[in-house]
């Protein structure tokens, strides 16, 4: 769930212990067949990393689960498989978050980065695009360039006329997505029926259970999931998680409140490093990032308009080590020089519209511009850097109305087995939203919290006590008996 403020959320009833009654969620065992990982005919935002370890299959799965001999999609698969049959215990099936964001490649980037090497030992490692994204059947809204280039929130509004301005372009989006060529995905293209895909998978490799290990929206996905198939989930690990809303509007406009959360830690760091000529405190930081908005919103300087401004800060703080490329394009705005040239978000027409079908599909968002403008108003004033975006009017705002099934509501039935991990000031998933999906597990889950900002915990973050205790919990099964708060620790 990076770039562009990507947002995502919830869906569907949790029908019986299973499944849709009637319906069967069976694969059969052994279906998949693996091979060598293509790059032939993927989408650019869709190549998965070189890595001769990792294979590739493809799983059919119902369009609609109350059809479940109708109309079929591809599911893209990847496996990287242990190599340690003696202490393999199952599959590991993983989420980079999103929605919208492939999957494919998600095993090899976790192998790469740090995933312990007794993890990659002890599961086969699976990695997966949802239903409308990269190489499984995808979704398109047919959006232009220069609805791409808008991103995925609205511009920030200052007025009530800024947000009345801004409804017909999220109605043209909204009519686009619900007249395209893959209009008939879209009743179905929701979080709960991606969690029926995934139990078809776990039928398909012929395994009794799954453990998860799935980040930003992939914790809500594992949270349906474990919801919908309780007798299903092994070791469940949700990292940087949502509220139990999911994606909502509530989820949106907790943006804001991220962006507030995270952005001293950045203060800090521009403060203690006076040669970007950002201040010397972190008032005077603050000071910079309003002076250069209104800047950019009188006149935008080399590609840079105050919307896309406010978008890149909030979406490098979701780590540490881009904090210097953050203060080196402030410094380069600051003075009237290019910045630096970042380079540019690819697929962003599918990820967009995969992201629009779920989060617009999954639950009800206001449909009236009137109540836009009333949330504006609240959130301009609570989080002035970012809420007069974040609460802001998008196409979920004129959603056809069908919806198939209600969201799933989390609770907390089933076994405990279930570990949150969480940074206290994570800008994508702010702690206020996980410590409400916390609560709503109750005893089926356990949280670990890090003194630490950033989204993302395992295997990226810097925190060891937080890692370890999901290290421990995959590989050993021991969980912590309750709640933890990691200290902050140094920076190496």
């Given at each position: ?95 980079p978050g999103g929605p919208g964001i492939t999957g494919l ?175 010397t405190t972190r008032r005077q930081v603050t000071a910079k ?111 056809p109305d069908e919806r198939v099934e209600p969201p799933v ?84």
């Open positions: 769930m990076h770039r562009a403020l990507a947002l995502a959320l919830a869906a569907t009833a949790v029908v019986a212990a299973t499944t849709i009654p009637g319906v069967p969620v069976a694969a059969t065992p052994g279906s998949v067949r693996w091979g060598p990982c293509s790059e032939r005919a993927a989408p650019a935002h869709a190549a998965v990393p070189a890595s001769p370890a990792l294979e590739c299959a493809t799983l059919h799965v119902p369009l609609d689960y109350r059809d479940p001999h109708g109309r079929q999609i591809e599911i893209a698969v990847s496996r990287l498989a242990s190599e340690e049959p003696s202490q393999r215990r199952g599959v590991l099936l993983t989420s490649g998600y095993p090899a980037v976790l192998a790469g980065s740090g995933l312990p090497q007794e993890v990659l030992d002890s599961y086969d490692v699976i990695g997966f695009d949802p239903r409308g994204v990269g190489r499984s059947t995808p979704v398109t809204c047919d959006l232009t360039p220069e609805q791409q280039a808008r991103g995925n929130v609205p511009p920030y509004a200052h007025t009530a006329a800024d947000v009345a301005r801004e409804a017909p372009n999220a109605r043209t989006v909204a009519e686009q997505c619900a007249t395209s060529r893959t209009a008939w995905m879209l009743p179905h293209t929701t979080t709960a029926n991606t969690a029926r895909d995934m139990d078809r998978i776990r039928a398909a490799l012929g395994e009794p259970k799954l453990s998860y290990l799935g980040a930003s929206y992939g914790s809500h996905l594992g949270a349906v999931y474990t919801t919908m198939f309780p007798g299903h989930g092994d070791r469940i690990v949700l990292d940087s998680s949502l509220g139990p809303g999911g994606y909502d509007v509530t989820a949106m406009r907790l943006l804001a409140r991220g962006m507030e959360d995270r952005f001293p830690d950045f203060a800090a760091f521009a403060a203690a490093h006076p040669e970007y000529g950002l201040g990032f309003f002076d250069l908005a209104a800047r950019l919103e009188a006149k935008p300087l080399q590609g840079f308009d105050a919307t896309s401004f406010r978008g890149f800060t909030f979406d490098r703080l979701y780590s540490d080590a881009d904090m210097p490329l953050v203060a080196e394009t402030w410094q380069a705005l600051d003075t009237g020089r290019p910045p630096p040239v970042t380079s540019p978000f690819p697929g962003m027409e599918n990820f967009m519209s995969a992201r629009f079908s779920v989060i617009c599909g999954d639950s009800r968002w206001p449909e009236t511009v009137r109540e836009y403008q009333r949330n504006v108003a609240v959130d301009r004033l609570r989080y002035p850097m970012l809420g007069g975006a974040t609460a802001g009017i998008g196409p979920c705002a004129f959603w509501p989390i609770g907390g039935r089933g076994p405990s087995n279930v570990l949150m991990v969480q940074n206290e000031r994570d800008p994508g998933t702010p702690l206020t939203g996980a410590r409400k999906l916390r609560r709503a597990f109750g005893g089926r889950a356990a949280m670990v919290t890090a003194d630490q900002g950033g989204h993302g915990v395992y295997p990226f973050g810097p925190n060891t006590c937080a890692k370890d205790a999901v290290t421990m919990f995959l590989t050993v099964g021991k969980r912590p008996s309750r709640d933890v708060a990691c200290a902050a620790e140094p920076v190496k």
